[in-house]
């Protein structure tokens, strides 16, 4: 029963994989399978070899996951966060933010936000075995341009004066928001 082995290897890869790509894995299979029937093996003995060619469905998974888009992003989402951070808590105590009329429980919203945005970024970013792990770069990355996009508003109304220090801060983060626009498109669409 070759299409019983071909049946069972997908249904473990459709567990790990988004269908996309199990679809694809599938089409694969089938292409390597007709090849060895061409050869002149048997239906059993080609659906064997197409799936030794492919590997182990685990090791297949974790292979596409390794180079997941939503790894990639959460990554260059993870790196820029030092530099902008920096940038951002110098153009605040320079610009003595703690002055700034913003309410106690928005500055705590924020400080939690950030904590789960990070969260989700650091878990798209290790994830090694999850494809689907890999995905929360996507409310993770959504999540950083709104934070960003609200410290940018933030300063714009509440400063005093936009300082040479702020404006670095400002464009800092605009210059991750441009990357957020660029890559987490590209998760939804993987």
Do not use: N
């Amino acid at each position: 029963m070759p299409g019983d082995l071909i049946s069972t290897y997908l249904g473990e890869l459709s567990c790990r994989l988004p269908a996309d790509i199990t679809e694809e894995i599938a089409d694969g299979l089938v292409e390597a399978c007709e090849q060895h029937r061409a050869r002149g093996l048997s239906e059993d003995d080609a659906a064997r070899a197409a799936i030794a060619e492919f590997g182990d469905p685990r090791q297949l998974a974790a292979e596409f996951t390794r180079h997941a888009a939503g790894r990639r992003t959460a990554r260059i989402m993870l790196a820029s966060g030092p530099a902008v951070g920096a940038c951002w808590g110098a153009a605040l105590i320079a610009s003595r933010a703690w002055t700034w009329p913003v309410p106690a429980g928005a500055k705590i919203a924020f400080g939690c936000l950030l904590l789960l945005v990070i969260g989700a970024l650091a878990s798209a970013a290790g994830s090694q075995r999850s494809y689907r792990l890999t995905r929360l770069a996507v409310p993770g990355g959504i999540g950083l341009i709104m934070l960003d996009l609200t410290m940018i508003t933030t300063a714009l109304l509440a400063a005093p004066a936009v300082t040479r220090v702020l404006a670095i801060a400002i464009s800092a983060s605009l210059t991750r928001v441009g990357l957020g626009a660029r890559f987490v498109p590209r998760v939804i669409a993987r």
